[in-house]
């Protein structure tokens, strides 16, 4: 007489799914991640919601994932350096140039900030939307625009750059508030460079250069057919 498994096929998937979670945790810890509110976020967001179908398999590692529009989804190590550096609390409010598939927005939307996001390819802006709302990611709005050119009046207390630019745009940098924080790629020989300007209380910008990203260059303008 056969015996029944002592798991069931669906306890074992959800077993082998926390196990994978718990690695790519340590793996970013591993790799200097220790912020444990960031941590938490990037535990709880899941990202193979936001990764390509067909991809989806690779979700919890630490790589860059091909997307639709000749874009990439950046990896989760990256997106941690840049969220670390950028200083997220509750309440600010977060202007997001690039949505890609929209889990960057996810993840600061989990750790309460308000984002507006601009993305230059409407395909990849509705999905992104629907993404966020197969998570329930609330304080997300999506817009289809130039983020580059910055036609918005509004002013923001943190702006990420998801991409590498060889130069930051006064456009940008003049959204931000006193006290605010921009960060993002610097697209210099080699390896773009992380790089953090803040707006000081007396209006002045301060500039630091961290090390070098793997992320994928800005591209200026809106898509025309994509």
């Known amino acids: 007489m056969s015996q029944e498994p002592f798991f069931s096929e669906a306890e074992s998937r959800s077993e082998q799914e926390a196990i994978g979670v718990a690695s790519f945790i340590l793996s970013l810890r591993a790799k200097g991640i220790r912020d444990t509110a960031l941590l938490r976020a990037m535990e709880l967001v899941p990202r193979d919601v936001f990764a390509p179908r067909r991809f989806r398999d690779l979700s919890r590692t630490d790589v860059a994932l091909p997307l639709p529009c000749g874009q990439t989804m950046t990896a989760p190590g990256t997106v941690a350096t840049m969220l670390l550096a950028l200083g997220l609390a509750p309440g600010q409010r977060i202007l997001e140039i690039g949505t890609g598939t929209g889990y960057v927005s996810a993840l600061m939307a989990h750790r309460g900030a308000d984002v507006t996001t601009v993305e230059r390819f409407n395909t990849l802006a509705e999905s992104a939307r629907q993404h966020l709302n197969i998570v329930e990611a609330g304080r997300v709005r999506v817009e289809v625009g130039d983020g580059l050119a910055a036609r918005v009046r509004d002013r923001f207390d943190r702006i990420l750059l998801n ?48 090390g070098p990203l793997r992320i994928s260059r800005l591209v200026a303008g809106i898509a025309a057919t994509l």
């Not at 790629?185 to 961290?210: H, K, M, T, W, Y």
């Open 163 to 210: 991409g590498a630019w060889p130069d930051i745009p006064a456009t940008l940098t003049s959204l931000l508030g006193a006290g605010g924080r921009l960060v993002g790629a610097l697209a210099e020989e080699g390896a773009p460079r992380l790089v953090q300007i803040d707006r000081l209380q007396d209006g002045e910008f301060s500039r630091n250069l961290g």
